[in-house]
């Protein structure tokens, strides 16, 4: 599987933002695979986002305050550190990389293409909490996807929501299952 889903909860829609959880599932869109036993996830301490120069907005906090309980205890549980939680995702990814490319191909998840949610949100806002700790971003320049694009070109193809709404190994789960019916039914047309 090449493909990753990844999603993030966030305390600012800028790309500085301070970043308080991470999820990620793999998915094939010609078979319909989502690798939902082996999904990533993993809580980051806000103070640790905010350590390395990451942003909260107040705008953003607020919006928090209107979600769902079960999301606010989510992103409220004991994190990892930022910089920690970046190797073991960049762990995760390699696990993938190595089975699309081979155990000798030295390129870390160069043959990923990596989904977001949003040209401008998801993977901007991950790459740069790579780069402010220091962290080599882990997939190439040219591999980013865009789901909000994608649902887009198929607007009819429901999204079916799975799990709490806002926590985001769910949501990235939700979305790599919509992104594949979408590819599919793009396919098909």
Same mark, same amino acid.
């Given at each position: 599987m090449n493909h990753i889903m990844i999603d993030l909860e966030t305390m600012d829609n800028r790309p500085t933002?301070? @970043?308080?959880? @991470? !999820?990620?599932? +793999? %998915?094939?869109p010609a078979t319909g695979e989502v690798? =939902?036993?082996? +999904?990533?996830?993993? #809580? @980051?301490? $806000?103070?640790?986002?905010?350590?390395? !120069? $990451?942003t909260v907005s107040g705008s953003t906090i607020n919006w928090w305050l209107q979600q769902s309980e079960a999301a606010r205890k989510d992103i409220t549980a004991p994190g990892e550190q930022l910089h920690m939680a970046l190797f073991e995702f960049s762990q995760w990814l390699h696990r993938y990389n190595v089975a699309a490319c081979g155990p000798h191909d030295d390129a870390l998840a160069h043959h990923l293409n990596i989904w977001g949610n949003g040209s401008d949100f998801d993977n901007?806002? $991950?790459? #740069?909490?790579?780069?402010? =700790?220091?962290? $080599?971003? &882990?997939?190439? &320049? %040219?591999r980013n996807r865009c789901y909000r694009t994608l649902k887009k070109l198929a607007p009819t193809v429901q999204l079916e929501r799975m799990g709490t709404h806002h926590n985001a190994k769910h949501d990235a789960i939700t979305q790599a299952h919509h992104a594949v019916r979408l590819l599919q039914h793009l396919e098909a047309a």
């Open positions: 933002a301070a @970043i308080v959880a @991470i !999820g990620a599932v +793999a %998915f094939d690798d =939902t036993d082996c +999904a990533f996830y993993i #809580n @980051i301490d $806000l103070q640790s986002s905010l350590d390395a !120069g $990451l901007v806002i $991950l790459a #740069n909490a790579y780069h402010a =700790t220091e962290q $080599l971003v &882990p997939w190439g &320049p %040219f």
